[in-house]
């Protein structure tokens, strides 16, 4: 089946960092693929997405390429913001049959930035 | 993108009683809403699939009869928590897929079950 699988966090970095979360998966063919962030108790929110191979997402700063060569969806930001502290998740839905809508999440990533 | 709300935000019961949580869809009919559960510092666990109209389909391990979904609406579904006990404390969170298959989620509910 379907699997994503994120870097081990806890990630902590100071301000002005340069960021990269690590993300691959598996799946039968042509997911699209999520970002999405959870600040403290709070639902999930989108970040960005890419919905096929060699798609650039991009948000607030934080970018992701869809590689399909590579089965990698890796989120990185050029300098992070205290407020970027949250955890986030990487996933994919696979848009065919039975698991039409379902996301398949990655375990999370806990991000902290110190000023 | 499409706003999806929920009540409560947080509940407080007792063992045995029963918690209804609601999820509603303000801007976009949802014919499909999904509940998952998250433990502390852990992903999401897909519970079931809310289905407007129809039964909802539920994840393996997921007990239908402790989980009731009512998805009455194409704005609202709604989670029961039948005889809620400790091991039941939880936050759960709705989404709906909308627009470009993209899935918008609700802010959560943080249930905790005394």
């Known amino acids: 089946g379907d699997s994503v699988t994120q870097m081990e966090g806890p990630v902590t970095l100071s301000e002005e960092a340069f960021l990269t979360i690590n993300c691959t998966y598996t799946?039968?063919?042509?997911?699209?693929l999520f970002w999405y962030v959870q600040y403290p108790g709070e639902g999930l929110q989108l970040l960005l997405k890419?919905?096929?191979?060699?798609d650039k997402g991009s948000n607030k700063g934080f970018e992701a390429t869809y590689r399909k060569e590579t089965t990698s969806f890796h989120l990185e930001k050029g300098s992070v913001q205290v407020s970027d502290s949250a955890v986030y998740f990487c996933?994919?839905?696979?848009?065919?049959?039975?698991?039409?809508?379902?996301?398949?999440f990655g375990q999370g990533t806990i991000l902290t930035v110190h000023p | 993108g499409a706003v999806v709300s929920q009540h409560p935000s947080r509940v407080i019961c007792k063992s045995g009683t029963s918690v209804k949580i609601e999820c509603r869809s303000l801007?976009?009919?949802?014919?499909?809403m999904f509940w998952y559960r998250q433990f502390p510092k852990q992903s999401l666990m897909l519970m079931a699939t809310?289905?407007?109209?129809?039964?909802?389909?539920?994840e393996q391990g997921v007990e239908k009869d402790k989980f009731l979904i009512n998805h009455a609406s194409l704005t609202l579904s709604t989670l029961t928590v039948t005889s809620a006990h400790p091991e039941d404390s939880s936050f759960y969170i709705c989404?709906?897929?909308?627009?470009?298959?993209?899935?918008?989620f609700g802010p959560g509910t943080r249930l905790t079950v005394l």
């Open positions: 799946a039968t063919g042509y997911p699209s």
């Open positions: 989404s709906i897929t909308g627009y470009a298959d993209t899935q918008y």
């Open positions: 809310s289905n407007e109209g129809s039964k909802a389909t539920y």
């Open positions: 890419a919905t096929k191979a060699d």
């Open positions: 996933a994919l839905l696979n848009a065919g049959g039975t698991s039409y809508g379902k996301l398949t």
């Open positions: 801007d976009f009919q949802a014919t499909t």
